[in-house]
């Protein structure tokens, strides 16, 4: 009887062996249990793995019908075989609200998890210092691996005004970290003297003046224009600089023909310099006639202060004296948070789950940290070399706060990297589970990518449609 529903189900030989690729000697599950039928008594449903977990998945119910259950159900099950079953090369990561943690602390201490917490009061992590298997970090995601759409989207920034000097400012912040390079001095050179030369012809009192190149020779100088070679010459004597015409000779000296501003580079550099790059680019703006552009632009600045300033935002804002050595290259970043570790060209996987907490976290947040993190694991994975060699699985729990079918944009749109993994990630192993109680909620775009569905009891007959 049983092994006929089998057959029907397509999931005979659950308990067969077939051979690893990798190692002919290791056996290996192909399906996996995830409970017992309510309508063929004592009958066990099975998954067969390769099929579900190589597929966008999702898991829907009303509230209280079971969804994270399954989620933790389906992963425990992969995961609790014995030693020489076990799944060693599936990586789960999380996005979770609080309640994946405590259902892995029971798996073997032989599946290591990372857990991430966002830096809070918050002491419950004390309780679990004793799991051996979980390593905790406190998670903080440096400003600089933010991409340029993404700050186009968190400051808000209007597409014909605003962008483009946000995109200056960012080359700008780029191009004032690297001292060594001697392109660079004299394009460092150029835009800053064009900058003061503008100052110094604006029809502002000389004091005035003075004040305003000291401020911005403060955050941005170089070794031929610094507050040492122009402070003397701008120096007010009587309500008069004591020597324009010579600081304006020098500076001329240094103005270059056809010079453009170079990208922006993803280096470390100081979050508040964004804002001094800004008042910079602002002023190479005006210092090439665009007259009304600070005024243009002071929403932008305004959102710019208040994430500065904003304590949720400080797992953003990282000072760039005292990161570690994987915090200045989004790779190995990104790496390091999946749990794997390089041993020479090889990766080493080090954790197999690893649990982002975002329980606290206000939807902004949300929004941000996983928009960030899954763009980097979807850029990191696309160029995995081989192809598809570092499968992850990405479990989005309560996911109307990620893809939603009409994005709050709180701060970042997330839907559109995870419309994007949705579409394009399968091939390079990058795979969604989603958990929800409200699917019509959820982004058409991502559903329709989905090939499983996991249903606990429904009622809202909009639910109810949008899944038929
Ligand atoms: N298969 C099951 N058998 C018995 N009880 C279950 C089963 N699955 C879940 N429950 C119980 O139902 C309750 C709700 O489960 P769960 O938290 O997984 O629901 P949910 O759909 O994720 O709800 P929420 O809307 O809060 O996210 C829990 O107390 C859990 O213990
Ligand atoms: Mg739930």
């Known amino acids: 009887m049983d092994s006929d529903l089998d057959r029907i189900f397509e999931v005979t030989g659950e308990s067969e062996n077939a051979k690893c690729t990798d190692d002919p000697d290791a056996p290996r599950f192909k399906a996996i249990s995830i409970g017992k039928s309510v309508v063929f ?26 969804n994270s259950c399954t989620v933790a159900s389906i992963i425990q099950s992969l995961f609790s075989k014995p030693d020489t079953y076990a799944a060693h090369g599936a990586s789960f990561v999380l996005l979770d609200n609080g309640k994946y943690r405590q259902s892995f ?22 309780a679990s210092a004793e799991d051996k298997g979980e390593t905790r970090h ?8 933010v991409s340029v759409e993404e700050w186009e989207l968190l400051l808000r920034a209007s597409e014909r005004t605003q962008q483009p000097v946000l ?14 390079n001697v392109d660079l001095a004299q394009l460092q050179n150029h835009i800053l003297a064009s900058c003061i030369l503008y100052i110094m012809q604006s029809d502002q009192g000389s004091p005035t003046k003075t004040d305003r190149i000291l401020s911005v020779l403060a955050t941005f100088s170089t070794k031929k224009l610094s507050s040492a070679t122009i402070k003397p010459g701008i120096a007010i004597s009587f309500d008069q600089m004591k020597d324009a015409g010579g600081v304006n000779a020098l500076l001329s000296k240094h103005i270059k023909e056809a010079i453009t501003v170079p990208d922006y580079a993803n280096k470390p550099f100081p979050f508040d310099n964004l804002d001094a790059a800004l008042d910079l680019a602002l002023l190479y703006e005006e210092a090439h006639g665009n007259r009304q552009i600070r005024e243009y632009c002071s929403q932008l600045r305004i959102r710019f202060k208040w994430i500065l300033e904003c ?44 649990i982002l907490h975002l329980n606290e976290a ?17 850029e990191r994975l696309r160029r995995a070399d081989p192809r598809n060699r570092l499968p992850i699985n990405i479990v989005l729990e309560e996911a109307y706060r990620y893809v939603a079918e009409r994005p709050a944009g709180y701060a970042i749109e997330a839907g559109k990297i995870f419309e994007r993994i949705a579409k394009e990630g399968r091939k390079y192993g990058m795979f ?33 449609s949008h899944i038929r």
């Open 105 to 126: 602390a029971k798996l073997g201490f032989n599946i290591k998890r990372s857990y991430w917490r966002l830096p809070s009061g918050d002491s419950s992590d004390i």
């Open 362 to 378: 206000g939807d902004q947040i949300v929004e941000v940290a996983s928009a960030i993190i899954a763009r980097l694991v979807f």
């Open 167 to 180: 995109r200056t400012a960012l080359g700008l912040s780029t191009l004032f970290t690297d001292e060594s």
């Open 311 to 354: 304590d949720k935002f400080s797992f953003l804002r990282i000072d760039p004296k005292i990161i570690l050595d994987y915090e200045k290259d989004a790779d190995r970043f990104i790496e390091r948070f999946l749990g794997l570790e390089r041993n020479g060209d090889w990766l080493q996987k080090t954790s197999q789950i690893t």
């Open 138 to 145: 406190g998670f903080r995601l440096p400003h600089w691996f």
């Open 41 to 66: 008594s004592d009958y066990a449903i099975t998954l067969r793995i390769d099929e579900f977990f190589g597929r966008h998945a999702t898991i829907f119910g009303n509230t209280g019908s079971g």
């Open 432 to 464: 969604l589970l989603i958990g929800s109680q409200s699917p019509s909620a959820l982004s058409r775009t991502v559903l329709s990518q989905c090939s499983h569905f996991v249903l606990h009891r429904i009622q809202n007959p909009d639910d109810l």
